[in-house]
């Protein structure tokens, strides 16, 4: 009723879970601002709501792909700069959290944003992390994984990554 999503039906609503729903149902061809729990209430209602619970790195970058692709400025929400916070986030090393889902995550929201600075250096490092069977898992050096792979994968392609360590990518995941 509140117009956010939980982890099943009935849930408690939560931020996360809102953004990943969004990421999906977007993805779908669903618009978050026509989308309305039986109450009228919208998703993006929710998170205006709980946007001082968006902390996490993760939530952050959900957030700002939802918000980019419903046509909302993530640079002024609820008088909070989403790109400014992610931006500080990234290391010196380009790395979000040395960690490659956040890493491509982050690439992808500053790219739905039209944020260029930096990427090079955040896809040098998702190369880095790369394993041998061409593919990564979530820190360097684990092993490779779908999700973490289909994760750089993206980030690499909307950051004009290599084309190699994406071609390499794709035969892991085959």
Known sequence: PDGGFGREPGAESSPGMTGWALLGLEAAGHHPLQMRSDDGRTPIAYLRETASEITTTGDIERTILVLAAAGIDPRDFQGRDLV????????????????????????????????SGGQSRSAAWLRSARNKDGGWGFVP????????????????????????????GVSYLR
């Open 84 to 115: 400014q916070r992610l931006l500080a986030r990234r290391g010196a090393d380009g790395s979000w959290g040395r960690q490659v889902n956040p890493t491509a995550f982050g690439i992808l929201a500053l790219a739905a944003v039209g944020h």
């Open 141 to 168: 050096g684990s092993t490779s994984d779908a999700d973490s792979t289909g994760a750089a994968l993206q980030a690499l392609a909307a950051a004009d990554g290599s084309r190699a360590a994406i071609r390499d």
